[in-house]
């Protein structure tokens, strides 16, 4: 079934509010083979595309995942890269930060993450916990020197917006794509999702205590969100909202952005040039014998 990746896209320079977003779409598979088959040839033609990307080495794609917790951010990414070679794919996971990484600027420590040129990174939460997390949690800026007491919060986080949008608006000018996903779960799915954690002792691992205390903060949640997705979904660095109660769909449709982002580089192998031609044929001469 043919997916229309404008339909999830978040325009730019609009408000935005999420409760006119679903967390729920008709499903783009009609059964569990079809979801297969359709998921497998979104992998090929990632993998193809993937190679060329490695091959011409002219861009990287950066790929940001943001959500709330059991929202399917850690199993999308690994079922839409799955096929994707390894040595061209770079997966960063963002927890609490470190002290040294305290120390710096905000944007610092994924700075030193971002993907070569001809590489995919992934980043599995980003720099974008900074202004949502962080907006939810004002405490959390007094290790970073900042008292939220003493500050016109209002301004640091257009402040951020402003400094996320300028680092994005560079990295596109010096061939970095970026494209980024919020996994739009509801509440009542997050629920099972979190009780399913409690329940199947092979997922007791996951479940985390302070999870459930974050989800009454629910609504302070969708408010951040709805800022920062406003504030930061640019033509060149777009934000998608993915309804996420679905998981299938959920990567089907995200496997269908990226296969879009890389294939409208419209990249090429590149073409040995007279000079390279003459030599290999002068090499295959040679091991012919
Ligand atoms: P899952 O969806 O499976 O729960 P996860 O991405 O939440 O996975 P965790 O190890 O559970 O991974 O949590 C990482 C935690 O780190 C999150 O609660 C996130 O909000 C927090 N975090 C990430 N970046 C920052 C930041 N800059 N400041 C404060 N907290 C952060
Ligand atoms: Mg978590």
Redesign the pocket.
């Known amino acids: 079934m043919k997916i229309n990746i404008e339909k999830f896209r978040i325009p730019a320079g609009k408000k935005v509010d999420l409760d006119k977003w679903p967390t729920l779409v008709k499903p783009f598979y009609q059964s569990e083979k079809d979801y297969r088959d359709s998921l497998g040839a979104g992998l090929d033609e990632l993998t193809g595309l993937q190679k060329k990307l490695y091959a011409s080495n002219q861009y990287s794609l950066l790929v940001i995942f943001q959500?709330m917790?059991?929202?399917g951010?850690?199993s999308a990414i690994k079922h839409v890269m799955s096929g994707v070679d390894p040595q061209g794919c770079q997966v960063f996971?963002?927890?609490?930060?470190s002290d040294e990484e305290l120390k710096h600027d905000f944007l610092w420590r994924s700075n030193c993450r971002l993907p070569e040129r001809g590489r995919i990174g992934i980043f599995?939460?980003s720099y974008y916990?900074?202004v949502l997390?962080?907006k939810v949690h004002p405490e959390?800026l007094r290790p970073q020197g900042i008292d939220p007491d003493r500050i016109d919060r209002k301004a640091l986080w257009k402040g951020r917006y402003e400094s996320i949008v300028d680092s994005e608006r560079h990295l596109h000018r010096n061939n970095t794509r970026i494209v980024k996903f919020f996994l739009h779960v509801s509440m009542e799915e997050q629920r099972k999702r979190l009780l399913s954690r409690i329940e199947s002792p092979d997922k007791n691992w996951?479940f985390?205590l302070?999870?459930i205390k974050?989800r009454e903060r629910w609504s302070d949640y969708m408010k951040a969100y709805e800022a920062c997705l406003a504030e930061t979904s640019t033509d060149q660095a777009p934000w998608y909202a993915i309804p996420a109660d679905d998981k299938r769909n959920a990567r089907l449709i995200i496997s269908k952005v990226i296969v879009e982002t890389l294939d409208s580089l419209k990249m090429r192998y590149p073409v040995a040039d007279k000079a390279k031609a003459r030599e290999l044929q002068e090499i295959r001469k040679l091991l012919a014998g």
Do not use: G, I, Q
């Open positions: 959500a917790d059991a929202a951010k850690d996971s963002f927890k609490k930060p599995n939460r916990e900074e997390v962080v959390y996951k985390n302070e999870d974050e």
